[in-house]
């Protein structure tokens, strides 16, 4: 038993913004630990960087927090993963009906189009995490979920998050700085193996 985050995402890359959510979530909610889980190759998406690259950056900026882990469960799924299967996985392998879903507010608006998304918010809370000045009514009241549902969702304000993985390809490709943005240990990865520098 115990109290678990899953921190769900693309990382395309993992930046200091994402884990600064983490770090603030795992502080407000009490959680024992948090697990990254890098997502699958998303349907109907830009081209997404292969899964093991993402893996491997969201595992050198974890590594040396005592309570950060990754997990290689949707990256090493056939196709997509739906969030409900990963989170009906891992409640079993924390042996835990206490698991915080941790994403970025921006979905929420469309939270309604996902796979069993009424069961999933039965199965674990939602934390989602803002930057400064998000509207969060606007999106609630385009998700069309009830009020029963709204309250398994908690917004949570991290400044830091104005950083986007988008913005670090963008500056890769352009040669801007990524320094102090990601991980230093991350930047090295995304020189080392040449990625970001064309494409979406
Ligand atoms: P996205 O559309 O790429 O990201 C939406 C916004 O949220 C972006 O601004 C993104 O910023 C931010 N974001 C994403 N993950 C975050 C995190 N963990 N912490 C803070 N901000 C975050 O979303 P996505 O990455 O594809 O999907 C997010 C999660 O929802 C994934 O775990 C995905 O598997 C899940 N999902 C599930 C379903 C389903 O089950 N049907 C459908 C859609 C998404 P950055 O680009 O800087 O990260």
């Given at each position: 038993?115990?109290?678990?985050?899953?921190?769900?995402?693309?990382?395309?890359?993992?930046?200091?913004?994402?884990?600064?959510?983490?770090?603030?979530?795992?502080?407000?909610?009490?959680?024992?630990?948090?697990?990254?889980?890098?997502?699958?190759?998303?349907?109907?998406?830009?081209?997404?960087?292969?899964?093991?690259?993402?893996?491997?950056?969201?595992?050198?900026?974890?590594?040396?927090?005592?309570?950060?882990?990754?997990?290689?469960?949707?990256?090493?799924?056939?196709?997509?993963?739906?969030?409900?299967?990963?989170?009906?996985y891992l409640r079993q392998e924390?042996?835990?009906?206490?698991?915080?879903?941790?994403?970025?507010?921006?979905?929420?608006?469309?939270?309604?189009?996902?796979?069993?998304?009424?069961?999933?918010?039965?199965?674990?809370?939602?934390?989602?995490?803002?930057?400064?000045?998000?509207?969060?009514?606007?999106?609630?009241?385009?998700?069309?979920?009830?009020?029963?549902?709204?309250?398994?969702?908690?917004?949570l304000e991290v400044p830091s998050?104005?950083?986007?993985?988008?913005?670090?390809?963008?500056?890769?490709?352009?040669?801007?700085?990524?320094?102090?943005?990601?991980?230093?240990?991350?930047?090295?990865?995304?020189?080392?193996?040449?990625?970001?520098?064309?494409?979406?």
């Amino acid at each position: 038993m115990g109290r678990y985050g899953v921190m769900g995402g693309t990382f395309d890359p993992i930046h200091l913004g994402h884990l600064v959510a983490a770090q603030a979530a795992l502080h407000e909610f009490e959680l024992d630990a948090v697990y990254f889980v890098p997502s699958g190759q998303p349907p109907h998406k830009r081209h997404v960087t292969d899964g093991e690259h993402r893996y491997v950056m969201t595992l050198l900026a974890t590594a040396a927090n005592p309570r950060f882990y990754t997990s290689r469960v949707e990256i090493d799924r056939v196709g997509y993963s739906y969030t409900y299967d990963t989170i009906l996985y891992l409640r079993q392998e924390f042996n835990s009906d206490e698991i915080y879903f941790i994403t970025g507010a921006d979905v929420i608006s469309h939270l309604h189009t996902w796979y069993r998304y009424r069961e999933l918010l039965q199965v674990c809370h939602f934390v989602a995490a803002t930057r400064p000045g998000f509207a969060f009514d606007d999106a609630l009241q385009s998700s069309s979920l009830t009020a029963a549902e709204v309250e398994r969702i908690s917004f949570l304000e991290v400044p830091s998050l104005a950083i986007s993985s988008t913005d670090i390809r963008q500056r890769v490709r352009d040669g801007r700085p990524i320094k102090y943005l990601v991980p230093s240990a991350v930047e090295n990865y995304i020189y080392k193996h040449a990625l970001y520098r064309s494409g979406e």
